[in-house]
Nanobody, 122 residues
Framework: QVQLVESGGGLVQAGGSLRLSCAASGRTLSTYSMSWFYQAPGKEREFVAA???????TYADFVKGRFTVSRDNAKNTVYLQMNKLKPEDTAVYYCAARRVVVADTPDEVDYWGQGTRVAVSS
């Protein structure tokens, strides 16, 4: 069992930055691929970015060049650095874990965090 706790959300102006953190407990993350999803009000949960267990990264097109996912296995923590934020980035951001293989759709996820809210004002 893996427990995931996100932090770092908040209110920021357009063009600003936030760094989200996802702290894991229960298992070491070294054999898990970690993903970030977001869910805007009234919309489906969507893939944002992922870091595979080997450290390879992948991004949704709409965040390429703005967001960076990273991990610190020694701290059992995954990060999402979000730069050049836009009002359309406003959503609840969820950390997710899947054993070995990257999850880029919600139904592939093994474990979810509770989410952290990001609001970007124009």
């Amino acid at each position: 069992q893996v427990q995931l706790v996100e932090s770092g959300g908040g209110l920021v102006q357009a063009g600003g930055s936030l760094r989200l953190s996802c702290a894991a407990s229960g298992r070491t993350l070294s054999t898990y691929s970690m993903s970030w999803f977001y869910q805007a009000p009234g919309k489906e949960r969507e893939f944002v970015a992922a870091s595979s267990w080997s450290g390879a990264t992948t991004y949704a097109d709409f965040v390429k060049g703005r967001f960076t996912v990273s991990r610190d296995n020694a701290k059992n923590t995954v990060y999402l650095q979000m730069n050049k934020l836009k009002p359309e980035d406003t959503a609840v951001y969820y950390c997710a874990a899947r054993r070995v293989v990257v999850a880029d759709t919600p139904d592939e996820v093994d474990y979810w965090g509770q989410g952290t809210r990001v609001a970007v004002s124009s």
